[in-house]
C-alpha cells in the first residue's frame, strides 16, 4: 500500500495556490496560470514562489506577489520570497479547465486554445503608403489599403446564453487582458479573456 505524504511544499504550494487574482477574482493563481511553482529550501525552510505575469507590464504582479507573500508568512512561513520567471512566457494555455469554467460562470467569455488561433494560418496584410508620404493625384485602389482580414477560427460563445453570434464592440475591455464583446442573439455585452 503506498500512502502519500503531505509535505512542506505541497502546503506551500496550496498556500499560494489559493490566492485570488487582483483583477479576475473569480479565479485562483492556480486556475490562472500565473502560479509558476513553489520551492522550499529543506535546510533553511526558505519558501519562494515563482510567478509568471500574463505580460511583462501587468499592473497587477505587484499585489500579487504581495498576496501571495502575505498568505505565505500567514501559513507560518517566516522566510519568503516571491520571484518572476519570464521565460517561458505566460500564455492563456495555461488557465486550467477549472478556471475557463469559472470565467464562463462569471459572465467572461475564456480564450479559445491559441492552437486555435494559430490554426487559421498567416494572416494577409497590404499596407498602403502612409500619411506622410507625397499627395497623390489619385487616391490608392482599395485593394492597396489596410486590410486585415479576420482570422476563420471558432466563434466566440455567449457565456450567458451559449450563442455563437457574437461580435467585437472594442478590443479594449476593463484590463489590457479583455475585450468587449455582444452576442447579436440575447443582446448582452460580455468581456471575453484575449488568447495570448
Known sequence: ????????RDLAWETAAAVPDPELPMLTLADLGVLA?????DGSGTVTAWLT???????AVAEMAADVDRR?????YRD?????????????DLITA???RKLAEAGIAPPRPTSAVAAAGPVPLTLSPT??????????PAAARVAVPVAAVAPVACPHCGGTDTEELSRFGSTACKA??????????????KEI
Open 1 to 8: 500500500m503506498v500512502t502519500h505524504t503531505v509535505t512542506t
Open 37 to 41: 511553482g513553489v520551492e522550499v529550501d
Open 53 to 59: 505575469p500574463t505580460y511583462s507590464g501587468c499592473p
Open 72 to 76: 505565505l508568512r500567514a501559513a507560518g
Open 80 to 92: 519568503v520570497r516571491v520571484r518572476l520567471r519570464l521565460d517561458p512566457p505566460w500564455s492563456t
Open 98 to 100: 477549472e478556471g475557463r
Open 131 to 140: 500619411r506622410a508620404a507625397a499627395p497623390s493625384a489619385t487616391p490608392a
Open 180 to 193: 468587449l464583446w455582444r452576442c447579436r442573439a440575447c443582446r448582452e455585452p460580455f468581456e471575453r479573456v
